[in-house]
């Protein structure tokens, strides 16, 4: 059982996000060839699986506030090239640190020990006084102002880590977080190219354009924080984004339209307006993660998860859960962010979605279509447990109490919600129900069913325990989970489970396992004992017949690896798996890694058309080298080198 404690000079274990397989690794490598075992299929070739996660640099204080959130982004891939006089696979691995302006600036100041950005944990946990979190984040202030004084090798202009998760748009692989703009990597080496605005990217020739996602004016910094999960219109090739801030109006909404090839010009032009375009109707800075996209409409989710450094002069924590107040769902059609309608339900968490899709009937009048409805997938908590369980925290205990008959068991499911659209009342919701009792998480599906109804969702799951348990330890999947949504829609409709604290399929993990159904509509892959998953993506079979026919692909880890502490040995290693995904059964390859992966955050599969597509590059970021140009020989120069070293050691 890991501690769980809010005072960190109380914790009698390490940190459960800095020990085992969830510690940081140093060692970074360039394209290194890998044996493998099986038949690897011959879909991957030319392809490149990448996983994105936080590996912090500045390491050596054990005992400092910690999150599975936090940490520099460090990208691991392995790409499938073909090689060799037969041309048979050469599965290749490689690893690199993400270059944003914070990693540049802690390797190149060597004072600094511990993380340039104060912790989410820090920020969440409800024993940190006004006077830490000040103190914490004027030493983020005054380190990013020394960073731009004389004597530094790289001024930081953003502060995202990049360390979240990955989307490919318009030529582009890019890295995303909360705290800032995509940052674009080049693929299969995975060098850092530079951040991307919606109008231009750093690093590309002819890198011109307007000011993009962060606009103009004194908040212009804030709006260019960008959903870590952006989504791509598999059709239309558009990406949408949003933006969260912490001043009125709160959410901005974006949309960039790819190149168009045939005219040779770019479109992004034409999306001007949908830069920044407000999103009215939020009352309050929210912690806002993910959101929902259908083919005609986007749904934006207003939680009662409070992310507010106002709070502070509340005496309130930065990070608050409200379980009293209403989960708030807007619905608004693409490209009109200021026709939106809200829906409102009981209080929940959910930081990702599944899938949404339109339902659109035809009027028997006038034979037109309209939409009807708007559905979505998502993975539902009954509290914001993670959050503080991410940190190695204890939750607080809420000052207000929900409601007796609005009281849940702690759960993550996937959740089904149906929004009426032409309901004659009231802003509705259908149906609003999990689909199975089993925990649910990290979802993903076939990226060419995204936005239109998807048969089959793919995720990750704990089956030796209950959610509940897992927060009550570091966070790891040994289960991963397919699930037929469309039977298990169906019954829900058919005999319609309790709003929202009902499911349709009652059944634990272990009772699945043993089905003997041969349809049955939910699939469970149960690692051996000791292994652990990271989240999975779906890649499809070119020549497949029906959605599910295809691979899921995820790094796992043997923990019999670990030592009596419960450390990794320098010499441990990771695996990434092939598996069947239509089955659920079998494994048919396994690559070995030449070093482990830390237990991540997000993956994306890049096609060999995404890797042989990519825009053309100027120049990568690179670490700097060599002396910082001064008149070193100067008193002057010399006594400021004096102030600034003592400065930067006492903020160290």
């Not at 924080?225 to 974006?254: C, G």
């Not at 708007?374 to 009954?382: D, E, G, H, N, Q």
């Not at 003997?516 to 499809?540: H, L, R, T």
């Not at 043997?558 to 030592?563: A, K, N, T, V």
Request: charged fraction near 20%; glycine fraction near 8%.
């Amino acid at each position: 059982m890991t501690d769980m404690t809010n005072d960190p000079s109380q914790r009698k274990r390490p940190h459960p996000y800095l020990s085992g397989n969830f510690a940081p690794i140093q060692r970074v490598q360039p394209l290194i060839a890998c044996p493998y075992t099986g038949s690897i299929p011959l879909d991957l070739a030319g392809g490149e699986y990448v996983r994105n996660g936080g590996n912090p640099v500045a390491n050596e204080s054990l005992g400092r506030d910690a999150h599975w959130f936090d940490g520099d982004g460090m990208l691991t891939g392995v790409a499938f090239s073909m090689k060799g006089e037969k041309g048979g696979f050469q599965p290749e691995f490689v690893n690199q640190y993400i270059l944003t302006d914070v990693f540049i600036s802690t390797v190149t100041s060597p004072a600094i020990t511990t993380p340039l950005l104060p912790s989410i944990a820090t920020l969440v946990n409800p024993l940190s006084s006004l006077l830490t979190i000040t103190l914490r984040i004027l030493r983020t202030l005054l380190l990013v102002l020394l960073s731009h004084l004389p004597g530094s090798k790289q001024g930081i202009k953003k502060i995202s880590v990049a360390n979240t998760a990955l989307v490919y748009h318009d030529g582009r692989a890019l890295a995303t977080c909360e705290s800032g703009p995509p940052m674009r990597i080049a693929l299969p080496g995975l060098e850092t190219v530079g951040w991307y605005n919606g109008e231009k990217c750093e690093g590309e020739p002819r890198a011109v354009g307007g000011p993009g996602f962060g606009g103009k004016g004194p908040f212009s910094f804030f709006r260019e924080w960008t959903t870590a999960h952006p989504r791509v219109d598999p059709d239309s090739k558009e990406l949408l984004l949003f933006h969260s801030t912490f001043v009125p109006p709160y959410v901005h909404y974006s949309i960039v339209r790819p190149l168009d090839t045939k005219a040779g010009s770019d479109r992004s032009s034409l999306s001007g307006r949908f830069h920044n375009a407000a999103v009215p109707g939020i009352r309050s800075a929210k912690m806002m993660h993910d959101f929902g996209v259908s083919k005609s409409h986007t749904v934006i989710m207003d939680l009662p998860l409070s992310l507010d450094p106002l709070n502070l002069a509340k005496n309130r924590p930065v990070v608050a859960y409200d379980p009293t107040t209403r989960s708030r769902f807007g619905i608004f059609p693409r490209y009109k962010p200021e026709k939106v309608r809200w829906f409102e339900t009981r209080a929940c968490c959910i930081f990702h979605t599944a899938n949404s899709w339109d339902t659109v009937r035809v009027d028997p009048t006038t034979g037109k279509e309209h939409n009807e409805s708007v559905s979505m997938l998502a993975c539902r908590l009954t509290s914001a447990s993670l959050v503080f369980s991410a940190g190695a925290l204890a939750a607080p205990v809420p000052t207000k109490a929900a409601p007796s008959h609005e009281m849940e068991e702690e759960q993550c499911r996937l959740y089904y919600y149906n929004f009426c659209l032409d309901c004659p009342d009231a802003n509705e919701i259908r149906h609003q129900w999990a689909l199975s009792a089993i925990p649910f998480e990290f979802p993903s599906l076939r990226d060419s069913c995204s936005m239109s109804f998807a048969k089959y969702v793919y995720g990750c799951s704990v089956s030796d325990s209950s959610f509940g348990a897992a927060l009550g330890r570091a966070v790891k999947m040994n289960a991963l989970v397919k699930m037929d949504v469309e039977v298990l829609i169906e019954r829900g409709k058919l005999d319609p489970p309790t709003a929202i604290s009902g499911c349709v399929d009652k059944r634990n993990v272990d009772e699945i396992i043993n089905s003997e159904v041969a349809d049955d509509p939910i699939k469970v892959f149960k690692m051996p004992e000791g292994w652990y998953a990271q989240e999975c993506s779906f890649i499809a079979r070119h020549d497949g017949i029906s959605e599910d026919d295809g691979w899921l692909l995820s790094y796992v880890f043997d923990e019999s690896q670990l030592q009596e502490d419960g450390e990794c040995p320098p010499g441990a290693r990771s695996e990434l798996w092939i598996i069947d995904a239509k089955s659920m059964l079998e494994v048919i390859a396994k690559i070995q890694l030449p070093q482990r992966v830390p237990y991540g955050l997000h993956g994306n599969w890049f096609a060999k058309e995404d890797v042989q597509n990519q825009r053309p590059i100027e120049r990568l970021r690179s670490l700097p080298s060599g002396e910082i140009a001064s008149s070193k020989s100067s008193l002057v120069w010399q006594a400021w080198m004096v102030v600034r070293t003592s400065v930067e050691s006492a903020l160290a």
